[in-house]
């Protein structure tokens, strides 16, 4: 409670100091069904365009288990019938974002960060890599070396895929964005082909780190705080319901 | 009239994008900010929208088809307005620049975009101000049809690219347009690119100062040496393999610039520690290697200085920022750190306000600690920690004297700092404050 008021009075008192970075909101929304998630990221990224909303905002969430496919999504890379998926609780959707086929569920920390790239740059290659470059930096910091792969988006560990990326931009400004396996059942991945690469072995924290992995909510924060480090910005929570305030939601 | 639909440039290094979706078939009716199609670069789709109002006449790519940047794609037109003319012409010109390439700007061989090529040039303007709005359709001819002298390279590479050479302004001998004016145009692709979203003036200006842009700072990438260095020695050393210099700092000038401006009254006092944050800073401003940012895979030189100072709080501590510190006054520096202090006591700091530091300063002088070694607060590449100012005997010119007297110890990331880039930086600063009059300069 503290924390919040405190948090409250600051925001005006910021105004008359000139601070170091221009923030951006970071909200953390627990789990939340796909297709609830999508809605929020499209009114974010309306309001954003707007200016309603003047900062960039990296929402951090979990999804329940769902099948997405993406705009360059071929038939076979989806292994499983429809049949097979619903008797594992998937749901499927068809998403407008870049990339192929993915799965989303409990234990990967999905990432979407609504970002205003006139601000940055207008470049969308140099987002991609900006976001891997996140990724990267924050497993380095829970001891997980990582790279990229030449052509193949995405951050890599020891030639196993941990996080997969996938973005959407309107008038510069983005949505979807990246999902990492923290504590994902991997198992899942054997209903697809993760992104359309034959022959990629998915990994999580869990399987690299064994018991010394961290907790989501760890990962989140380290997350959270690589995004400022890496697009310059300044990263501070912004609690859901305020979030829904901006956006006059009900 | 008829408003030509080209494949946009998403990203400099684009050369092709796929189209993956209509959005709008043909004979629908668009309107200027529709939604016609998306496109798909790597793992990234773009929507492609209308720049005019009219009926969508002609869809000349098929859905998961491949397409040069600046191909034509759709024409939107009046329902019975005959386009065939337009249609014969494609690939026409589309990549027109949003102002001429001056040649200051086009021989830099890896052009930036233009957004972030323009940002640093006028740091307090608002950020949104968006190119000054060129055509996004290339107008059909040039300079009267007269066609400029061109190299056989330019005329090869601006075929490829689908560029008008009568749009483009030469830098060549002559007015000759040389590969670089070709290379420069394709860059400034994504100013026009830019705007899709119709009246650019109707954006508003975010209210908040948008500090960082691109252009305040560079990112290096690592070379095969540094990474062996930086692999090496955090095997070594944990995971940031820290090393220390320590040095002695003769106050005696420093001294006397105090004693005199006290003198001058008392709104002149300023603190030995506020006088040594801003020779910290303007040394930083000389040394980018050492106001950097360890990222991982590069590591990032800040061109601007924002200096963090450690706080102790009641439960911690806190590191404020003096945001581009080397280029505030002494005194604004004085006035701005013990607010910062006083309202990070109170717990009272935005997190703006503590994110971002490109370097930082721990000072326990206030507790009689002679010396101290501070922890490097990651990604930051070195912190100073400053000591007790205080009268020591010295030997000067072979006798002994006493001499006002502070030591300060720089922990570098030897990831990033090598010990000879970290001693450099030390006589930068030895000479700073022993010349304090170098801080007024």
Redesign the interface.
Known sequence: MREMSVAATSVAAARDVSPALAPMHVVHLGLVPYERALELQRAVARARISGAIPHDVLLLLEHPPVVTLGRSSKAQHLVASPALLETRGVELFEAERGGDVTFHGPGQLVGYPIVNLREHRQDLHWYLRQVEAVLMHALEGIGIPSERSEGRTGVWTNGRKIASIGVHARDWVTWHGFALNVHTDLSYFDLIVPCGLSGVTMTSVARELGADAPAMDAVAERVAASFGTVFARAPGLLDPGSLSTMLALP | MATKVFMEA?????EEG?L??WLKNEGDTVAKGD?LA?V????????L?ARGDGVLRARLAAEGDTRPVGELLAVIGAADENIDALLKKAPAAAVTPSEPSSPGRAPSPVA?????DRAPAAPPSP??S?PTAAPAVAPESGNGGERPRSSPLARRLASERGLDLGQLHGSGPGGRVIRRDIEAAVAAA??S??Q??GAPAA??A???????A?G??EDVPLTLIRKTIARRLAESNG?IPTFFLTADFDLTSVRELRTRMIALGDEFKVSYNDILLKAIATALSQHPEVNA?W????IRRNHRV?LGMAVAVEDGLITP?I??ADKKRISEIAR?SR??AK?ARE???????Y???TSTVSNLGMFGIDELTAIINP?EVAIFAVGAVGDVPVVVDGALAVRTRVRITMSCDHRAVDGATGARFMQTLRRLIENPLMLVF
């Open positions: 998403l990203s400099p290094t684009m796929r993956v979706k939604i998306e798909e670069t790597d793992k990234a789709v773009m929507e929208t930036p975009p233009a957004s972030a950020p949104s968006p994504p100013a690119a830019a899709t979203s954006r508003t975010p209210p908040a100062p948008r500090i960082a691109a305040d700072y995971p940012h990222l991982g895979d590069s924002h920022i945001a581009d701005e607010e910062l309202r717990r009272k700091l935005a997190p703006e306000e994110t971002g530091a990604p």
